[in-house]
């Protein structure tokens, strides 16, 4: 037996209900037997099943591929707590207010890393906004640890909070964690088109303001999705892994 060696990692999988078993908040591996003791907090969208025991294709990309960064407690937890196997509706979520203080709970950890992986789907989705807006505030005390994925060659650096299942599609073994950069929050001064300022701070009159912000408006740019990606509100009936034409599956 002197010819062979044997290696041992004992992964521990803990997962988080409420009692009817319809919500997830939380789903958690641990490597017992390693040295290194990194954490990492990935947040999704919503979670898809409710079998601690089965692994799908976007916890085996998330596993195999922060693992060997030396993370050894994944925990997996989503902007929706709700359990929708085949694609989220955002409206048909009553309340999440039970999921976002489990959140903040979560957040108290002190994880050494936390990843945004919810995708560039449901950009324009009400819904999905505010509660990517609660998120922003709950990680204004984080924001040293927020990253997100990209690609070691750069080729999708302009996307941001990239899915785990399009990266493992895209780039498997070449995931890089970079730091996320927060949009600036404007105040209503900086929101007006510079024609609309006055040295004194105060607004042209109403008239010439809407004038020139019909001409800046023609001007706007919609966000950037990524490529392939069809119109992902939920009237278009697309779920939220189709970024950029990755295969159905919900989100861990």
């Known amino acids: 037996m002197e010819r062979y060696t044997t ?15 319809k919500k997830r908040f939380e789903l958690t591996f641990t490597c017992k037997d390693s040295r290194q003791k990194k954490s990492i907090l990935v947040i999704g969208l919503n979670p898809a099943s409710d079998d601690i025991s089965i692994i799908d294709t976007t916890t085996t990309f ?5 693992i060997p960064m030396g993370y050894t407690t994944v925990t997996i937890c989503n902007l929706y707590g709700e359990l929708f196997k085949q694609r989220l ?14 959140l903040e709970e979560v957040l108290k950890r002190g994880f050494d890393t936390i990843l945004l992986g919810y995708g560039n789907t449901f950009l324009t989705n009400k819904f999905v906004k505010e509660e990517k807006a609660y998120l922003r505030k ?39 964690l970079r730091s996320f950069v927060f949009e600036k929050e404007k105040t209503s001064d900086e929101k ?4 609309m300022k006055k040295a004194d701070g105060e607004k042209v009159p109403e008239k010439t303001a809407k004038a020139r912000d019909g001409k800046q408006s023609e001007k706007i740019r919609k966000p950037i999705k990524e490529e392939g990606e069809k119109k992902t509100d939920e009237e278009s009936g697309s779920n939220q892994n189709s970024e950029p034409v990755a295969p159905a599956e919900a989100t861990e």
């Open 138 to 176: 709950l990680l204004s005390g984080y924001k040293d640890k927020v990253v997100d994925i990209v690609d070691d060659k750069g080729e999708y650096e302009r996307l941001t909070a990239i899915h785990p299942l399009m990266a493992g599609r895209y780039f498997p073994g070449r995931w890089k």
């Open 62 to 66: 998330i596993l195999n591929n922060l």
């Open 89 to 102: 509706k955002p409206s048909e979520v009553p309340n999440n207010t039970e999921n976002r203080k489990y």
């Open 192 to 195: 007006m088109p510079d024609g």
């Open 7 to 21: 290696n041992i990692m004992t992964v521990e999988r803990k997962g988080v209900f409420d009692k009817s078993q």
